[in-house]
């Protein structure tokens, strides 16, 4: 059993930047799907799509599968260098629009679950929405 499907996708990411894997596969949900909007509107990946069960092989289990194409620079430079999962199941770490610094000065982004759904901290400071902070990347 999962008790962190958030951080499971970020790991994801992780190794398959490390591994330099154009395609990371996922277990489908809205929340991993507005992180990887997010991914694509900041530049940190290509595109993001859903796929069926019936479009799977047979081994990768029932439900949707989120597919991320991920980022590199022309000679292989990792666009996405670091990623952090911030606020966790047994620490949830929320903050207001007022309190989000930028990350590196603007070189990182955070990525912030509001009631408006999952957005930027660039974002959330412009709506001036506060909320909590799933993760960090740069």
Same mark, same amino acid.
């Given at each position: @059993? @999962?008790?962190?499907? +958030?951080?499971? @996708? *970020?790991?994801? +990411?992780? #190794?398959?930047?490390?591994v330099e894997r154009p395609i990371v596969e996922m277990p489908h949900s809205k929340v991993k799907r507005g992180v990887a909007e997010v991914l694509k509107r900041e530049g940190y990946i290509w595109d993001w799509r859903e796929?069926?069960?019936?479009?799977?092989?047979?081994?990768?289990?029932?439900? &949707?599968?989120?597919? +991320?194409?991920? &980022?590199?620079? $022309? #000679?292989?430079? !990792?666009? %996405? !260098?670091?990623? &952090?999962?911030?606020?966790? $199941?047994?620490?949830?770490?929320?903050? !207001?629009?007022?309190? *989000? !610094?930028?990350? *590196? #000065?603007? *070189?990182? +982004?955070? %990525? %912030?679950?509001t009631s408006r759904g999952v957005i930027s901290d660039r974002e959330a400071r412009q709506k001036k929405l506060g909320g909590e902070v799933l993760c960090e990347l740069w």
């Open positions: @059993m @999962m008790t962190d499907p +958030i951080a499971d @996708m *970020l790991t994801r +990411i992780r #190794n398959a930047v490390s796929e069926n069960a019936d479009e799977q092989s047979k081994d990768s289990g029932p439900g &949707k599968r989120l597919c +991320i194409d991920l &980022k590199y620079g $022309p #000679n292989g430079e !990792r666009v %996405i !260098r670091h990623i &952090k999962r911030v606020s966790k $199941p047994g620490c949830r770490v929320y903050s !207001r629009a007022t309190a *989000l !610094r930028p990350i *590196l #000065n603007g *070189l990182g +982004i955070s %990525i %912030i679950s």
